[in-house]
């Protein structure tokens, strides 16, 4: 359905539960238009973890404020927030939990100190992919534990974005050794930070409009953000020239809407229908538009840029490997909750890695071969 059928369907919409509750939407008597409550139209505000407009991630809430709105003929009326305007990044969870905000838009990692058990539900070191964990929480009973651990904060989560394999990062110096991470000072939140100390490094959270100037003024000595369409918005080459990847930390880094639970149980049933397909929409545009521009960012790093990629050594990967299953296997003992969600996870990790084992990996890996030639 294109978007002149959905503004359409919107005037309609608008137009019948108007007349039907008797509002025409002319002035009233004190010379202000009729709220539009009394038009019959339910207005929600949605926060979000990101800079306003920002590519992938900002405009991600914005496509899914845009489908939700037009999908439901105006009737639900979703207005976007950037970070900052209402709450700051990391407040909007609890923004939402209490009824500040209806939704928020943003990485479920944010809220590991609610709980432990958020990470699994964006990305975990040596996790899965972007399709594996939509499989998981599709199909695999992601969904049924990420509604029990939201829940008791007052909270229904839904997918609603995926930014795809992530880089591993901007460095000020290259990263030789397993010794060149002691002392790193870097930018890096989620379990993926615990990662990091483990190496003798330190883990930094910061929003993304906050590494930039941080990064410039040398509070930082690294970043991870997402991936080149990302990174090269923000301009981190500028003060880091070692780019580094692919990422361990966020192989398919998912992005999490969630509405307050009461605004959720007092929807309408078509209405619930409208915002969980708005949420499936706005997911599967998210991966097939980071997947295209990624590519032409990148690109546009190495050729414009002279951005030269490196890659962490095997010996590397072999000790990060070593602990981020360390560390993922312990966060589990955080509580019953996270133990239940952790297991969930790793059972639907390892069965989808047999299926990559004998399809993705060895094609991608004879196409590079053949088309190398």
């Excluded at 690294?222 to 020239?241: I, K, M, Q, S």
Aim: hydrophobic share 40%.
């Amino acid at each position: 359905m294109d978007r002149r059928t959905f503004l359409t369907g919107a005037t309609i919409a608008a137009t019948t539960v108007a007349t039907a509750c008797g509002d025409t939407g002319q002035e009233g008597t004190n010379g202000v238009s009729s709220p539009a409550v009394n038009r019959g139209i339910r207005q929600l505000r949605m926060v979000t973890t990101w800079p306003a407009n920002f590519p992938g991630l900002g405009t991600a809430a914005n496509n899914l404020a845009q489908y939700i709105t037009s999908m439901s003929g105006g009737s639900l009326e979703v207005r976007v927030y950037a970070a900052g305007e209402i709450v700051s990044a990391f407040e909007s969870f609890d923004a939402v939990s209490t009824g500040t905000a209806d939704m928020y838009h943003g990485a479920e990692y944010y809220w590991q100190g609610k709980s432990a058990a958020f990470n699994f539900f964006t990305a975990v070191p040596l996790g899965m992919t972007a399709t594996e964990i939509m499989g998981w929480v599709e199909y695999g009973g992601g969904q049924a534990l990420w509604d029990e651990l939201s829940g008791q904060f007052n909270i229904k989560p839904f997918q609603a974005g995926n930014t795809g394999h992530q880089m591993g990062g901007w460095f000020k110096r290259e990263i030789n050794s397993l010794e060149d991470f002691r002392g790193l000072r870097m930018r890096i939140p989620g379990l993926g930070g615990n990662v990091l100390r483990e190496l003798g490094g330190a883990a930094v959270t910061l929003s993304g409009g906050e590494i930039y100037p941080a990064l410039q003024s040398g509070t930082i000595d690294a970043t991870e953000w997402v991936g080149p369409w990302n990174d090269l918005a923000f301009g981190f080459y500028r003060e880091a020239p070692y780019y580094y990847g692919p990422g361990f930390h966020e192989p398919g880094s998912a992005l999490g809407v969630g509405m307050n639970l009461d605004v959720w149980n007092s929807l309408e049933d078509d209405h619930k229908t409208i915002v969980q397909t708005a949420c499936r929409a706005a997911n599967n545009q998210s991966i097939a538009e980071f997947q295209l521009q990624n590519a032409v960012a990148l690109n546009v790093l190495e050729t414009e840029h002279g951005i030269e990629l490196r890659s962490f050594t095997n010996e590397m990967w072999d000790r990060i490997g070593e602990i981020s299953e360390q560390v993922v296997a312990d966060t589990a003992n955080a509580d019953a909750m996270t133990r239940r969600v952790y297991e969930s996870y790793i059972n639907a990790r390892n069965q989808m890695r047999g299926w990559a084992r004998v399809s993705e990996m060895p094609y991608m890996m004879q196409r590079e071969r053949v088309l190398s030639r």
